[in-house]
């Protein structure tokens, strides 16, 4: 009886080095049709009258476990950007700023200055990285993408990176409409107040989106 | 040369094995000698055994296994009738495309 080739320890290696570029449920089925290659490879060279080590022939002949799974790229290699990470970690430090700016325009006509605007810490320290956090939170949103793009898909994190470069944008939008909506209704039942956050919620949604889809990422 | 020429029987790949298995059923390993015979093609199992398992996983192929008694069943792929829209899909694409390419060649500058 003929040996199978699946007892062949190179065999073993062989498929197993394979696994380990490919990924899920398709390795199973592309490793099960290649072992089954490699059998069919070896019987066809024996029955043209091949004699010798056939196994290690037919491996020989066959592609390196390196060459699959270039054309996808298996996912659990693919790290996370750390350009969209700290581009979406930066956004928020911008929002201190942003409403104090608003409060000091007509938008901000009637309201009171907090107290905390006047204080050292953010005069001195938040005041600064709030201005400069945004800039640099685009910057890095902008490379992230272009990072993402080019790695072919061992980088991943685009949804984070176009946080980074459109929150800036969208934090100004949201506080100047939150500005002006308070500085016209100062006083609003909360079921009002609560069905405008939903809308206000929807429509940022709906502006990420239609500028998502508008931006090439490569 | 060699990067475009790699680039380029990657995108084909696909389409290569599509009409391989337009004349009937055939198992992996027919497959791959039948591409490999072209030489221009330049595929390796490396290519062609993960592009089966994509093309069945997105219902262009079915598969039907025969169990040996001498090795490993044999798994016989074919064409379902998506895959069949498919691979027509694909012809009508590469006419096409061939004859953009030509017309780019001769420089008659004809839109298509």
């Not at chain 1, 089954?36 to 066809?44: M, Q, R, T």
């Not at chain 1, 409409?177 to 107040?193: D, I, K, R």
């Not at chain 2, 004859?99 to 500058?109: D, H, I, P, Y």
């Given at each position: 009886?003929t040996?199978?080739?699946?007892?062949?320890?190179?065999?073993?290696?062989?498929?197993?080095?394979?696994?380990?570029?490919?990924?899920?449920?398709?390795?199973?089925?592309?490793l099960?049709?290649l072992?089954?290659?490699?059998?069919?490879?070896?019987?066809?060279?024996r029955?043209?009258?091949?004699?010798?080590?056939?196994?290690?022939?037919?491996?020989?002949?066959?592609?390196?476990?390196?060459?699959?799974?270039?054309l996808?790229?298996?996912r659990?290699?693919?790290?996370?950007?750390?350009l969209?990470?700290?581009?979406?970690?930066?956004?928020?430090?911008?929002?201190?700023?942003?409403?104090?700016?608003?409060?000091?325009?007509?938008?901000?006509?009637?309201?009171?200055?907090?107290?905390?605007?006047?204080s050292?810490?953010?005069?001195?320290?938040?005041?600064?990285?709030?201005?400069?956090?945004?800039?640099?939170?685009?910057?890095?949103?902008?490379?992230?993408?272009?990072?993402?793009?080019?790695?072919?898909?061992?980088?991943?994190?685009?949804?984070?990176?176009?946080?980074?470069?459109?929150?800036?944008?969208?934090?100004?939008a949201?506080?100047i409409?939150?500005?002006?909506?308070?500085?016209?209704?100062?006083?609003?039942?909360?079921?009002?107040?609560l069905?405008?956050?939903?809308?206000?919620?929807?429509?940022?949604?709906c502006?990420?989106?239609?500028?998502?889809?508008?931006?090439?990422?490569? | 040369?060699?990067?475009w020429?790699?680039?380029?029987?990657?995108?084909?790949?696909?389409?290569?094995?599509?009409?391989?298995?337009?004349?009937?059923?055939?198992?992996?390993?027919?497959?791959?000698?039948?591409?490999?015979?072209?030489?221009?093609?330049?595929?390796?199992?490396?290519?062609?055994?993960?592009?089966?398992?994509?093309?069945?996983k997105?219902?262009?192929?079915?598969v039907?296994?025969?169990?040996?008694?001498?090795?490993?069943?044999?798994?016989?792929?074919?064409?379902?009738?998506?895959?069949?829209?498919?691979?027509?899909?694909?012809?009508?694409?590469?006419?096409?495309?061939d004859?953009?390419?030509?017309?780019?060649?001769?420089?008659?500058?004809e839109?298509?």
């Open positions: 009886m040996q199978t080739t699946s007892v062949d320890p190179r065999v073993r290696d062989y498929l197993a080095a394979v696994r380990r570029r490919l990924r899920g449920l398709e390795a199973d089925e592309t099960a049709v072992e089954s290659h490699i059998h069919e490879a070896v019987e066809a060279r029955a043209a009258g091949e004699q010798g080590d056939l196994v290690g022939a037919v491996l020989a002949d066959m592609a390196s476990p390196e060459e699959y799974g270039y996808e790229q298996p659990d290699s693919a790290r996370l950007s750390v969209g990470l700290m581009a979406v970690c930066l956004v928020p430090l911008a929002l201190p700023v942003v409403w104090h700016a608003l409060l000091l325009t007509p938008l901000g006509e009637g309201s009171e200055l907090p107290a905390f605007f006047e050292p810490v953010y005069r001195f320290l938040l005041l600064p990285i709030g201005v400069i956090a945004p800039l640099v939170a685009m910057l890095l949103g902008s490379t992230a993408l272009h990072e993402i793009a080019a790695s072919n898909g061992r980088v991943e994190g685009a949804t984070l990176a176009r946080i980074g470069l459109l929150g800036p944008q969208l934090i100004v949201n506080v409409l939150l500005v002006a909506y308070f500085n016209t209704a100062p006083s609003v039942a909360w079921p009002m107040l069905g405008g956050l939903v809308v206000l919620i929807g429509l940022n949604a502006a990420f989106r239609i500028v998502l889809r508008s931006r090439p990422t490569g | 040369m060699d990067g020429v790699t680039q380029l029987r990657k995108g084909l790949v696909e389409y290569c094995v599509l009409n391989v298995l337009r004349s009937g059923e055939n198992y992996g390993f027919e497959i791959v000698v039948r591409l490999q015979s072209l030489d221009v093609i330049a595929v390796t199992e490396s290519t062609v055994y993960p592009v089966l398992t994509r093309l069945k997105d219902g262009y192929l079915k039907r296994t025969v169990p040996s008694t001498s090795g490993p069943p044999r798994r016989y792929f074919a064409l379902t009738r998506t895959g069949e829209r498919r691979v027509a899909e694909m012809d009508d694409y590469w006419d096409l495309l004859e953009a390419v030509r017309n780019l060649r001769n420089n008659t500058g839109r298509t």
